[in-house]
């Protein structure tokens, strides 16, 4: 994304990549204005938290930190425990020890990979994110984190339930170099294991996207792409400022338009109106 100004003096610019214009009608002309701004190559996708406050965390880390470290969920331990490699090696092991020995694909997965070449390790992770009541019943989550094509989309969860500021989530996926998923998620989950053993890092966040998927009419009616949260020590957009400095390109990999409290009706009407419910997000509940 281009590194573009607000179009109304009234939005309030807290840092380069976050904005809070003052009320819905505002929000609404930042946001098409963001996408008018886009470059040609731009693949625009989106994600929604009702507080603003939350981070750009995986499911896995959200879990790991409330019940491992006893921390809030949505916050980060501080940089020395960070930094450090026993953590990066503590869970890191952990989210292997998940996905290897807790949890694997069922044998009717790994069936229809052998004879219709669908990614089971994928399609095992997409039935947790869009069901979690089939995950494993005491470890939570996966690294990958769902985002949509469809700014309504992540709207709708920007605003479903909230009393305070919400975040709508914008990424340019073409801005983050080549981080399309290009080998199955098992040999990917090899290739963090002998990462890890020799004390190498697991790179940048992926984006996951298999030509071939089990059709499911969630992920359809949502629109949904999932991007892995590879370095399980740091936030997706921290690691993205990090390619942003390095590229130093004027580039903005991600922006963060803040919902401001007290605008729910207006977002919650103008959801209805675009046929943004529950029924249709979260068909044959």
Not at 57 to 80: A, G, Q
Not at 141 to 170: C, M, P, Q
Not at 222 to 239: P, T, V, W
Request: with cysteine; proline share 5%; glycine share 4%.
């Amino acid at each position: 994304m281009k590194c573009i100004s607000p179009t109304h003096s009234t939005t309030y610019v807290i840092n380069q990549h976050t904005w809070r214009p003052k009320d819905f009608n505002t929000f609404s002309d930042e946001l098409n204005n963001i996408k008018h701004n886009k470059n040609d190559n731009s693949a625009l996708l989106y994600r929604g938290h009702k507080s603003a406050n939350w981070k750009l965390d995986s499911t896995f880390i959200r879990y790991f930190k409330k019940e491992i470290l006893k921390i809030p969920k949505f916050t980060h331990p501080n940089d020395y425990i960070r930094n450090s490699e026993e953590y990066n090696n503590a869970i890191a092991w952990f989210y292997l020890f998940k996905f290897g020995i807790l949890a694997r694909p069922s044998d009717e997965l790994e069936k229809l990979s052998e004879t219709h070449g669908i990614d089971s390790w994928f399609e095992l992770m997409k039935i947790i994110q869009q069901d979690p009541r089939e995950d494993h019943p005491e470890v939570k989550g996966t690294n990958i984190i769902d985002w949509t094509k469809s700014s309504d989309v992540a709207l709708y969860f920007s605003n479903e339930n909230r009393n305070d500021d919400g975040a709508l989530w914008i990424c340019d996926s073409s801005v983050t170099g080549k981080t399309l998923q290009t080998i199955p998620v098992g040999k990917i989950l090899d290739k963090m294991k002998d990462a890890l053993k020799n004390g190498k890092p697991w790179g940048c966040p992926l984006l996951f996207c298999p030509k071939k998927q089990i059709k499911y009419n969630r992920a359809k009616h949502q629109e949904a792409i999932y991007i892995s949260q590879m370095d399980l020590r740091y936030s997706l957009d921290e690691l993205w400022n990090k390619i942003e400095r390095e590229k130093n390109n004027n580039e903005l990999i991600y922006m963060k338009l803040i919902l401001s409290s007290g605008s729910e009706n207006d977002f919650t009407d103008y959801l209805l109106k675009k046929g943004i419910t529950p029924d249709y997000l979260f068909p044959n509940k």
